[in-house]
C-alpha cells in the first residue's frame, strides 16, 4: 500500500519581520530531508542558527496532511 501522507512545514504559521509564507512539504517517509530544508530556509531567511538544536525543534512542528492526488 502506498503512503499519502506528507509531511508539511509553514512557515506562514509564525511570526517574522517579513511575514514569509513558505510551505514545505515532502512524503512522509522523507521527514528528515524536510527538516534539513526548512532549517536551511530559517538560517538563511530569518538568521537562525542551522544547528541541530534547531532540527529537534523544526521536528516537534510537522504536521502531516493526506496527498491531494
Do not use: F, T
Not at 511570526?15 to 522523507?30: F, G, H, R
Not at 531567511?45 to 491531494?68: A, D, F, I
Amino acid at each position: 500500500m502506498v503512503n499519502n501522507r506528507w509531511a508539511v512545514l509553514d512557515c506562514g504559521k509564525y511570526p517574522s519581520a517579513d511575514n514569509c509564507k513558505i510551505k514545505l512539504s515532502a512524503p512522509e517517509d522523507q521527514v528528515e530531508k524536510l527538516i534539513d530544508l526548512a532549517a536551511y530556509h530559517a538560517s538563511k531567511s530569518h538568521g537562525h542558527e542551522n544547528s541541530q538544536e534547531l532540527k529537534n525543534e523544526l521536528r516537534k512542528l510537522v504536521e502531516y496532511e493526506e496527498n491531494p492526488s
